[in-house]
């Protein structure tokens, strides 16, 4: 009985949350159309969302690159097929780990610092001080941050795909011996600019929405104290990560990139 | 809000980076690229593609000169495959065109043997003289039930009198030349 009315609960809780989630990016689209355009604050996050995120996002994606042609170079060989290595650590990166890895690092590096950020302004009373100057928060602070975190995702996910691929190339090619030309042509006969590019890019889209939208939520609706602003932070990366590995699962069933 | 030289700058350079990175996977990545002059766009009938795609390459020679645009079935039911070819090709009318495979289970391409014909094919035109892709499974098929001298080779299964009556006799032949 009291189970059930837990799972009860849970349940009203989540639908109620997904409609003010819903009822929070109404605001930020309207805010979004509404002068004046917040120029200045954009910029400024995609500094701090985009810029400071260079270095981990890159290193990264040379690791992950460097593993992928390490693991698949010693699976290859066993097959003779050591010329495809283009092609899987392309393809992977590409499809799947690219759009996937950055989201998860945005959402750790990025992510976490926004829901902080709009948590700590609740917290101490700063939204509420712009309110009382009729500056709507969510104008000022809240859409800047979503939108950037949409803008920055789709880069990042492609800096970090080239970082890979470069990373692959230097493993495969400096390091195993293959030839650099089947490396690339392998890679370039194996990837489609309408199938795999372009469904990375609408991944990494989808993922900056997600990971944007529930940041600045989880902030903007965390408890005003010190503790709802680590729940805050805490959830923003649980629910975004999970999300992100959810949608796509369901990204590549329903278009199949 | 303030400027700030500095941070702007930044945010230029990295945004310049992404769109960078975004325009390397599309064009060089990504195929999107132009590949060579194209124009010359030749057809020719297939019995059996086994597996070409479009963006496959066409090669002279071994040199690439265009590429698979598109495949569909033709009213005889045989495999019409569209080629984009660089148009300063000067290729005769009894250029022959056939599917082989770079290593035994590698893709498939088309590759052309260049005629002598005086007449030239124009865009459009549909090449008569064609080669089919050889199936590896039927070719073993074929050599363990023993029936290398089977008359129609690869295109066994093709429908008798269609429009490339040359091009069966040529793949036939090539099928003897295999199986024996």
Known sequence: ?257 | MTRSPMRDFLVGLFVLAGLGAIAYLSFSVGGLSYNGPGGLKLFAAFDQTGGLKPRSPVVISGVKVGQVKEIALDPSFRARVEMDLDNRLKLPTDTSASIVTAGILGDRYISLQVGGDDHLLKSGDTMTFTESALILESLIGKFIYGRTGGGGGASANAPAGSSGSGGEDKSGGADQKKGS
């Open chain 1, 1 to 257: 009985m009291e189970a059930l009315r837990d799972l009860g609960y849970l349940a009203v809780r989540f639908v109620d949350d997904l409609g003010k989630l819903a009822l929070f990016t109404c605001r930020i689209v309207l805010a979004l159309f509404t002068p004046p355009v917040r120029a200045g604050a954009f910029v400024t996050e995609l500094f701090k969302l985009g810029v400071l995120s260079l270095i981990i996002i890159c290193v990264s994606g040379m690791a992950v690159g460097m593993v992928l042609g390490l693991q698949g170079y010693n699976t290859l060989v066993r097959f003779g097929a050591e010329q495809s290595l283009g092609a899987v650590v392309g393809l992977s990166l590409i499809r799947e780990l690219g759009p996937v890895l950055t989201a998860l690092l945005a959402t750790g590096r990025a992510g976490s610092a926004t829901a902080a950020e709009i948590g700590t302004m609740v917290a101490t009373e700063q939204l509420d001080g712009l309110r009382m100057m009729s500056i709507d928060p969510i104008h000022l602070v809240v859409t800047p941050k979503a939108t950037a975190m949409i803008a920055v995702l789709p880069l990042l996910s492609a800096l970090f795909i080239v970082c890979g691929l470069f990373g692959g190339y230097a493993v495969g090619v400096g390091l195993m011996g293959l030839d650099g030309g089947t490396y690339m042509s392998s890679l370039q006969s194996a990837v489609e600019f309408d199938k795999d590019v372009l469904g990375s890019l609408l991944k990494a889209l989808i993922f900056g929405v997600l990971i944007g939208l529930i940041a600045t939520y989880r902030g903007y609706t965390s408890a005003p104290t010190s503790e709802g602003v680590s729940a805050a932070t805490t959830s923003t990366v649980v629910v975004a990560s999970v999300s992100v590995l959810i949608f796509d699962y369901f990204i590549t069933a329903l278009w199949g990139v």
